[in-house]
């Protein structure tokens, strides 16, 4: 059974950094897509970061380009997300999630991954 656990949010002033933390478990890296999503209130959820995990190809929105970074550590099976410069605008719950391998064209695509971890609350305050 795969399963995600995110972890790292929190309630931060514009300009900060945070980094979240997903510790995946049931599945192979390499063999999968994990990706990086966020859902402000009233908002549709939007893919921010996602990569294969076989080390081809990742995604990563306009909106957090040059302030954000993925990454994972293969040996603890976990994925990060460095969220540097933020902005009221990036306050929304934080979701990670996987799939097997994902076409490019779809990996920052919400409907494209079949497990979800748990959100994690981020705030960034003006």
């Known amino acids: 059974e795969v399963q995600l656990q995110a972890s790292g949010g929190g309630l931060v002033q514009a300009g900060g950094s945070l980094r979240l933390s997903c510790a995946a478990s049931?599945?192979?890296?390499?063999?999968?897509?994990i990706g990086w999503f966020r859902q402000a209130p009233g908002k549709e959820r939007e893919g921010v970061s996602c990569?294969?995990?076989?080390?081809?190809?990742?995604y990563l929105a306009d909106s957090v380009k040059g302030r954000f970074t993925i990454s994972a550590d293969n040996a603890k099976n976990t994925v990060y997300l460095q969220m540097n410069s933020l902005k009221p605008d990036d306050t929304a719950v934080y979701y990670c999630?996987?799939?097997?391998?994902?076409?490019?064209?779809?990996?920052?695509?919400?409907?494209?991954?079949?497990?979800w971890g748990q959100g994690t609350q981020v705030t960034v305050s003006s």
């Open positions: 990569f294969s995990t076989n080390g081809g190809s990742t």
């Open positions: 049931g599945l192979t890296f390499g063999n999968y897509a």
């Open positions: 999630a996987a799939a097997p391998r994902i076409i490019y064209s779809n990996l920052g695509v919400p409907s494209s991954y079949r497990y």
